[in-house]
């Protein structure tokens, strides 16, 4: 499986607490945060829920 690297661009200011625990869940939590995951389903899942909070590279 391929990596996804996974960067924090807007603030949690205004979020819902599912989108809050998801971030948290991706060890995110902080604008300019990044983190690189395996890609799967359930990642993709994630990131629909917080695609506005976030960038994707793959």
């Not at 983190?35 to 793959?58: N, W």
């Amino acid at each position: 499986m391929s990596a996804v690297k996974i960067k924090q661009v807007r603030s949690l200011n205004g979020a819902n607490p599912n989108q809050k625990a998801t971030l948290k869940a991706l060890g995110l939590g902080g604008i300019g945060k990044a983190v690189e995951r395996k890609d799967s389903p359930q990642l993709r899942g994630q990131l629909h829920v917080v695609s506005h909070l976030v960038e994707v590279a793959d």
